[in-house]
């Protein structure tokens, strides 16, 4: 088994990753100080493939379970869903001691998360991720939220997990385009931070969408890793994290524009890494063969690398402005300045953006 453990003094936690490691649930929420009631959330489509499983893994460690099963997909990112979730956990007696375990997809990591940091102002979380943009994204670094019809994610928290338990067998069921949009988040991390991971990437990335167990495990670890690495520098986002948000500031408006889940989150991620890149080429950050590389890599694995044809540069423009990247009016964007080093940059004109959407 693979351990990382994520520094944040009293809010540090342990990532494991490892196959099988859904059995393990139970015996690791026991040697934990939490309170013997379980809010369980996951959604309609892990219930059905792990629902069960994890329910009697947990009665058996002599938890009492309340599961809740939101809808799958994007659109379960709302206050109503927070709502409904608030209300089980009060029907089952959840303390403030008991814990809130999420198993499934960022989705479902970003809603319970929410409801863990503000349901009696906070009881423990804990991530069970189950798609690959969770495992080395999501379920790490302690952004939870749900979206605002205007933009994505405004309102959440910074609340850690108390523990991320990342079981890689859980990938053999997920979907291709699921696959592929996780990849999204992993090509990420080798362009903001590590020159050698994207490069191994480029060779490999087929034995990633084979679900090669090994390299899986690999890719998975060394994204959590530098996950880890940045949100040990700057947990809230007062500066550097912002890196983590590259492909982001385009991704989001691409994202609420279309309405939420018609591209999923990495898919969004992948076109707005694409125009950002652009924009790092325009002010001479970026060569044209680094931009070919990034675009090259991206369009291997299939994701869409081109903006959706019907949403205007203008629309684009103003849904960028409810980013939270924003301060003072002003656009900033993550932009790589190398593959492999990132930088946070303020300003941005609306001509400059323009210039790469059109
Ligand atoms: N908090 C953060 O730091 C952070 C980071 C990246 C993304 N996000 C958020 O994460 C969300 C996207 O997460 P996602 O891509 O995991 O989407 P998701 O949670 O919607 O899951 C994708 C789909 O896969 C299904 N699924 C999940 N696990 C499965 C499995 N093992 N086998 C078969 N099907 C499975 C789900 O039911 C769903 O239909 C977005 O809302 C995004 O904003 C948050
Ligand atoms: O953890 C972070 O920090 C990230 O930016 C990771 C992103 O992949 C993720 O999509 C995050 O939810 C975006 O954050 P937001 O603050 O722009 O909503
Ligand atoms: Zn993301």
């Known amino acids: 088994m693979r ?3 994520v520094a944040l003094g009293s809010r ?3 990532i ?3 196959g099988g490691l859904l059995n393990n649930l139970g015996a690791y929420l026991s040697e934990m100080p939490l309170g013997k009631k379980v809010l369980l959330v996951t959604d309609t489509n892990v219930d059905s493939l792990y629902g069960d499983k994890v329910r009697n893994l947990l009665e058996r460690a002599g938890f009492q379970v309340a599961v809740i099963r939101v809808p799958a997909g994007e659109n379960a990112k709302t206050l109503e869903q927070a709502a409904g979730l608030y209300d089980t956990a009060f029907d089952h007696g959840l303390d403030r001691t008991c814990p809130v375990v999420a198993l499934g997809g960022g989705v479902v990591g970003d809603l319970s998360g929410f409801v863990a940091a503000t349901y009696m102002r906070g009881v423990p ?3 069970v991720p189950t798609t690959l943009l ?3 994204d999501s ?5 939870v939220a749900v979206n605002h019809p205007r933009g994505k994610n405004i309102i959440g928290a910074f609340y850690q ?8 067998d859980t990938l053999q069921t997920l979907n291709a385009r699921e696959l592929r949009a996780g990849l999204a988040e992993v090509i990420k991390y080798g362009i903001i931070w590590d020159k050698e991971f994207f490069a191994w990437l480029e060779e490999n990335s087929s034995r990633v969408l084979h679900l090669e167990t090994a390299a899986l495990e690999y890719v998975i670890e060394t994204c959590c890793k530098i996950k880890a690495a940045v949100v040990e520098q700057d947990e809230t986002e007062q500066g550097r994290r912002a890196i983590l948000n590259y492909g982001h500031t385009i991704g989001h408006a691409i994202e609420s524009l279309s309405g939420y889940g018609t591209y999923l989150h990495g898919e969004a991620v992948a076109i707005g890494m694409i125009i950002e890149a652009r924009l790092a080429r325009n002010r001479n950050l970026l060569t044209d063969d680094e931009v070919t590389r990034i675009i090259q890599l991206l369009s291997q694995v299939q994701l869409p690398v081109s903006v959706p044809r019907e949403l205007t540069a203008k629309d684009m423009i103003k849904s960028m402005y409810t980013d939270k990247k924003v301060t003072e009016s002003k656009l900033t964007f993550a932009l790589p300045v190398s593959i492999g080093y990132c930088k946070v940059f303020q300003g941005l004109s609306e001509s400059e953006i323009e210039q790469v959407l059109s």
């Open 125 to 127: 979380f804990v991530q």
């Open 139 to 143: 379920s790490v670094g302690g952004k």
């Open 16 to 18: 494991y990753i490892a």
């Open 134 to 136: 969770a495992q080395v």
């Open 161 to 168: 997990p108390k523990m991320v338990l990342i079981d890689v």
């Open 12 to 14: 540090s936690y342990p």
């Open 3 to 5: 351990e990382i453990d």
